[in-house]
């Protein structure tokens, strides 16, 4: 098992950044459920790295890693805390190819529009995950799902998502809208004229859409949102967290789902 490279260790350290992920071509996985999740996927690990005091998880999981056919290199303690962007590191990482972009219509999708806080661009995925949605739309401002912090807080459901990024949501609702006739698709709006809980069935197709949380879905969006629906609340918050919000929605049409 060979030491890395002073140069591929610089290389890495710029992963960090989503511009030099693009450019690279790759991203950075750390710690141990995220590249156990990594590893049985279907994206390509380029090598795996861990710190020269590597505990005995992390040491198994190497193993593991290994005798899948993928490298293992090792990286001093203090250089391989320089390389993770985890406060406290957990003693393994994988560099791995980024996937694909998709570019087809799903027949049901989640979209978000200017969640810039990749944490809960992590968050939203692992619920999503958790609710059978894999087909994930990014419009606008949103934070790079392979940086960092949006992984960890992903747990490995990334891995498991069809991700389309645009520069252009409403182009793609509206073809969306076009293929699926009779399908609705949904905005969760504040002021949403519906209630979800006024929600009572969901055709074949259908899509939702959410929007920061300061300042909501953008006009050119919204005019593609066919089901305008608020979530009710008693109190006197001015909006719920984007992340909460997504488990509230997805929750009530998962239920819907297997009603039908």
Same mark, same amino acid.
């Given at each position: 098992?060979?030491?890395? #490279? &002073?140069?591929?260790?610089?290389?890495?350290?710029?992963?960090?950044?989503?511009? *030099?992920?693009? =450019?690279?071509?790759?991203?950075?996985? @750390?710690?141990?459920?995220v590249?156990?999740?990594?590893?049985?996927?279907?994206?390509?690990?380029?090598?795996?790295?861990?710190?020269?005091?590597?505990?005995?998880?992390?040491?198994?999981?190497?193993? $593991?890693?290994? @005798?899948?056919?993928? $490298?293992?290199?090792?990286?001093?303690?203090?250089a391989? *805390?320089?390389?993770?962007?985890?406060?406290?590191?957990?003693?393994?990482?994988?560099?791995? @190819?980024?996937? !694909?972009? @998709?570019?087809?219509?799903? =027949?049901?999708?989640?979209?978000? $529009? !200017?969640?810039?806080?990749?944490?809960?661009?992590?968050?939203?995925?692992?619920?999503?995950?958790?609710?059978?949605?894999?087909?994930i739309?990014?419009?606008?401002?949103?934070?790079?799902?392979?940086?960092?912090?949006?992984?960890?807080?992903?747990?490995?459901?990334?891995?498991?998502?069809n991700?389309?990024?645009?520069d252009?949501?409403?182009?793609?609702?509206?073809?969306?809208k076009?293929?699926?006739? =009779? %399908?609705?698709?949904?905005?969760?709006i504040?002021?949403?004229?519906?209630?979800?809980?006024?929600?009572? *069935?969901?055709?074949?197709?259908?899509?939702?859409?959410?929007?920061? =949380? #300061?300042?909501?879905?953008?006009?050119?969006?919204?005019?593609?949102?066919?089901?305008?629906?608020?979530?009710? %609340?008693?109190?006197?918050?001015?909006?719920?967290?984007?992340?909460?919000?997504?488990g509230? #929605?997805?929750?009530?049409?998962?239920?819907?789902? &297997?009603?039908?």
């Amino acid at each position: 098992m060979d030491y890395l #490279s &002073k140069a591929e260790q610089a290389r890495i350290r710029l992963l960090g950044k989503k511009r *030099e992920r693009m =450019e690279q071509g790759r991203f950075i996985a @750390e710690g141990m459920k995220v590249c156990k999740e990594l590893l049985g996927s279907s994206i390509t690990i380029q090598y795996a790295v861990i710190s020269d005091d590597a505990n005995e998880q992390a040491l198994q999981l190497a193993k $593991e890693i290994e @005798e899948a056919g993928i $490298e293992v290199c090792k990286a001093g303690t203090s250089a391989f *805390e320089r390389m993770s962007d985890a406060q406290t590191p957990q003693d393994i990482f994988c560099i791995a @190819e980024l996937p !694909d972009i @998709e570019h087809g219509l799903p =027949e049901c999708f989640l979209a978000l $529009e !200017d969640i810039n806080d990749p944490g809960n661009i992590g968050t939203i995925f692992r619920t999503a995950d958790w609710f059978g949605i894999h087909s994930i739309i990014l419009g606008g401002t949103c934070a790079d799902p392979f940086g960092p912090k949006a992984l960890r807080s992903a747990m490995g459901s990334t891995f498991r998502m069809n991700i389309q990024s645009t520069d252009n949501l409403p182009s793609i609702l509206q073809s969306w809208k076009k293929k699926y006739v =009779e %399908g609705e698709i949904l905005g969760m709006i504040v002021h949403g004229k519906h209630s979800l809980q006024d929600l009572q *069935e969901l055709p074949r197709n259908w899509g939702i859409i959410l929007g920061s =949380e #300061s300042h909501g879905l953008s006009k050119q969006t919204s005019e593609y949102v066919t089901l305008p629906i608020r979530i009710d %609340g008693a109190g006197s918050a001015e909006s719920l967290n984007v992340g909460i919000a997504t488990g509230i #929605s997805l929750y009530h049409c998962f239920t819907l789902l &297997k009603k039908q």
